[in-house]
Structure formats: C-alpha cells, structure tokens
C-alpha cells in the first residue's frame, strides 16, 4: 500500500513538473513574440518617416527595408521560441541600419541600442583606412561619405570579425568581393584589418587578438556572412543577431 502511495505521490510531482515547464516555455514564447514584434513594428515606423538622396542615406535605408521584410517574414512563420529571438535580431539589425541613416542624414542618431548577438567582439571603426587589393581601391571608416556609402553594424564573415561602419563596397556578401567572391573578400579583410595600422580601429586588445585569434570560436546561430544562413530562417544578408521604446 506504501508503495503505490509513494508512486502516486510521484506521479503527481512529475505531471506538476511537466506542466509547470510547459507554461514557463509558453510564457517565454509569448514574450520574445512581443518583442520580436514591438522592434518590428518600429521598423516599419522609423522606415516610413526617413528619406534621403544621398548614396549612404539610400543604402542604409534599402538595407534597413531588406531587414524589416525579412523579420515579417520570419515571424509569420516562426512556431519556437529560438525562431521568435532569431526575427527579434533581424528586426534589430534593421534599426541599426536606421540609426546609419540619421547619421547620414546628419540627424540625432537617437538612444544607443543594445548590441547585436551577431556584432559581439567585432567592435566599430575608429580611424579611416584605405588599401589597394587585386588593383582595386577598397576604404573603410567611422562616418558615412562619398566614398564609403555602405554601412555594416559588425559581425562576423568567415570566421573572422568585420567591425561596424562604413565602407566603400560591400565586399561582405558573397561574389561581391573584389569579382573573387570568398577569397577576394579575405584578401581584403586581411588588408583592411592588418595590424600594420597602428590602430586597428576597433582596439587592438579587445578586436584584433580576441576577435581574430578566436573568432572561429564564436560560432552558434548568429555567426557567419548571413543572420538567416544559420539556425532556423534562411536568406537575407548577415541578418542574421532589446531596443529601448521610443523614437529615434
């Protein structure tokens, strides 16, 4: 009689068990769902009110618009929990082309946002560089120009760290890099992020050595060229990654 006592006992702890992870994982779910869709819907909000003719103003904003039509996408279909972080980042990533844009524009950039998950230990340039690859000029720097009017928010390509800002190409996506897809692109990495520069231009403790020498290290979901290459979403460029509310 003890004994079914004690397995009765038991059963009922691990049905509670059950149901209790089953309305933390719920909860959890509904959660990231009004995240993912509170950053998306002010994507769309922040998209509708900026313009510009410049050529930095134009590419941030069609880079910011690719995002915001990915992350619709992705929450259509999103069912789990990971698939509602994954179009959170691509919502996020989106906002960070915006804040590109006001910067172009000459505007307040608005509140720092959160760091992307994809952009971790690639940092931001700090200083203009410009070198020749394959005969081919390539520049970077912190601030938006003529000659450098594609914005990148950091991340990782091919293993190695690309730290956020502005460059004259975006020799990032693949089969754009110098006409030499993979390989033209590491040849001008290798280039632009040499320690031949006194500064790297994101620190050399924190970038260069933690960065480079572990970058292979820092893979999981949000790692590589694309932000919807990996994990549960495919397409979409790098994105793929909590803002604060309010406007920028």
């Not at 279909?77 to 082309?97: D, N, P, V």
């Not at 931001?124 to 601030?143: C, D, I, M, N």
């Not at 938006?144 to 190695?160: E, H, L, M, S, V």
């Amino acid at each position: 009689m003890s004994r079914f006592i004690w397995f009765l006992l038991l059963l009922v702890l691990l049905v509670g068990g059950l149901l209790w992870w089953r309305q933390q994982s719920a909860a959890r779910q509904a959660r990231e769902l009004a995240e993912a869709s509170r950053w998306y819907e002010r994507l769309g909000g922040q998209l509708m009110n900026l313009h510009g003719d410049a050529p930095a103003v134009r590419q941030a904003l069609a880079d910011a618009g690719e995002r915001y039509t990915a992350a619709g996408s992705q929450l259509e279909q999103a069912r789990s929990t990971r698939q509602y972080e994954l179009a959170r980042e691509t919502a996020l990533e989106g906002l960070a082309y915006v804040r590109a844009a006001r910067v172009a524009l000459g505007l307040d950039p608005g509140p720092d946002l959160p760091p992307l998950a994809a952009a971790q230990g690639a940092g931001a340039l700090t200083k203009p560089r410009e070198v020749q690859v394959q005969g081919e000029t390539f520049r970077a720097g912190p601030q938006p120009g003529a000659a450098t009017p594609y914005y990148y928010p950091g991340g990782r390509w091919q293993g190695r760290p690309v730290p956020a800002g502005w460059y004259s190409t975006p020799w990032w996506k693949t089969g754009l890099a110098a006409g030499a897809g993979v390989l033209g692109g590491m040849l001008i990495a290798d280039a632009l992020f040499s320690p031949a520069f006194a500064d790297p231009g994101y620190g050399f403790d924190a970038g260069y050595q933690e960065g480079f020498s572990d970058g292979a290290d820092f893979g999981g979901d949000y790692a590589g060229g694309d932000l919807g290459g990996g994990g549960d979403f495919g397409g979409g460029d790098f994105g793929g990654g909590d803002f604060g509310g309010g406007d920028f």
